[in-house]
């Protein structure tokens, strides 16, 4: 989530995490959140996977994780809708980011390519 609140503070847009106001996140509400923006005509933007967690968690390192199940219900709710931005490159499975975007830590700087 950090990835997206990051972007989201660059650009001036708004996260689950402000509709739900205090709310305990699940996957249930982050559906309805999606189907709720949908219905309202908001603009969904895509940063797509964090590339380097993915690439980590292949090669044993730590940070490392498998794909997010919540992003690949993201992407299934929000195919087809015309509202839907994608705002970020791909370069194979394990490459690809938004550029320039940068979380800290010991993270990369997207894009992310091995």
Known sequence: MKRVEAYARRIGAETINDWLAGRKWSLELN????????EQGRRLIDIGPHFERRWRFIK????GQPPSDVYALERRLLKGYPLYEKHFIRGGRYGGGVPGLSIGEDWATEPFFP
Do not use: D, N, T
């Open 60 to 63: 044993g390192l730590e940070k």
């Open 31 to 38: 559906a309805v959140w999606v189907h709720e923006m949908k």
